[in-house]
């Protein structure tokens, strides 16, 4: 049971966590909590300074943003480039690297652009992970169809678009593959699977990669609204989106 400003963390197994920590803290009420209800969140930032080991989440916090290797100011890029601010506020966490799941994806079906009929992904399929390409990644489920075409914004683009989901029996009408991870391996991988969805679907997610496959940020639709983006003009998930991936093509 959920009482009244307690923290809740529900798991599948160790690296899931359908509130995974992004250095937020979750106050919840009583309301039942369904990975596609809608609720109002009183966050908290974390202290860097405090102990946040063992709060259920494998991403890595440091103490200070020197310590990943980035400017404590992080103001602009080497290229003389801002440095969009959710990049900044994530920079202390554990960044992932897509060259890790590569395996996970062969074997894998996906259903090529603009096509019905699925192919079989393998190691031939190099353009799935060009060198020096950018990499746009949105795993999503069933409850998740209308955002797909807000990922047309980038058809020109240095980047890849790839999307992730455990089922899709569509024509495939979007400009970019869509990969079926039918048993949930890359979303365990990434550490978002969803436990209420039976440890197959994602937490619905927007992860990207730079030109050297190192991941810049991530968005977990639904729970890190207000956190990373919000309503505003200048704040929205579109914009902050373009900014990231902006900045991702520029690096």
Known sequence: MIRDNSYAFIYEDDDDCIHAQRG??????????????????????????????????????????????????????????RIPEIVIKQAHLEKSQLKDIFETFVGLEYIPPKCGNKTMLDKESADFFENRISVLL????????????????????????????????????????????????????LSIRNPLGGGIYPIPSII?????QTEIFRIKLGYDYNVYYDSSVENNLQSVLIEGVNYAVST
């Open 24 to 81: 937020v803290k979750r106050e919840h009420t009583s309301e039942l909590i369904t990975p596609l209800s809608t609720y109002n969140y009183t966050h908290k930032l974390y202290n860097h300074n405090d102990q946040l080991d063992n709060v259920g989440s494998k991403r890595r916090r440091i103490n200070n943003t020197a310590d990943s290797g980035l400017c404590s100011s992080l103001k602009k890029s080497k290229t003389g480039r």
């Open 138 to 189: 949105f795993l999503f489920d069933c409850s998740n169809f209308s955002y797909l075409k807000f990922f047309e914004l980038f058809p020109q683009k240095n980047i890849k678009v790839i999307g992730i989901t455990p089922e899709f029996g569509l024509y495939n009408d979007q400009s970019y593959p869509i990969v079926l991870d039918k048993n949930g391996d890359i979303a365990k991988q």
């Open 208 to 212: 990207l990669f730079d030109s050297s």
